[in-house]
């Protein structure tokens, strides 16, 4: 297992439900849940048996609207470069 770390770029790989996240925009306090394929940064990895991340969401202007902490099976790392290290 690939374990991420802060700043990595991530997707969401289920809908991410409005219990586990923290909505800060007030436009967004009427969302339900975060969809699949949702981007996001990771600001915070906390280790335990299995790692958990604290995830950002922003909008195209950069403004923070929700966080939530997602594991492993919940995400997908989301790469720039091409690594050609196996």
Not at 4 to 26: M, Y
């Amino acid at each position: 297992m690939t374990i991420l770390k802060t700043l990595d770029t991530i997707a969401t790989l289920k809908p991410i439900a409005r219990n586990r996240l923290t909505l800060v925009e007030p436009e967004y306090q009427t969302v339900q849940q975060l969809p699949i394929e949702q981007v996001g940064t990771i600001v915070e990895v906390y280790f335990r048996e299995s790692p958990r991340y604290l995830v950002e969401f922003a909008d195209l202007q950069g403004r923070e609207y929700a966080m939530a902490v997602l594991e492993p099976h919940e995400v997908l790392a989301l790469h720039y470069e091409l690594s050609l290290t196996s």
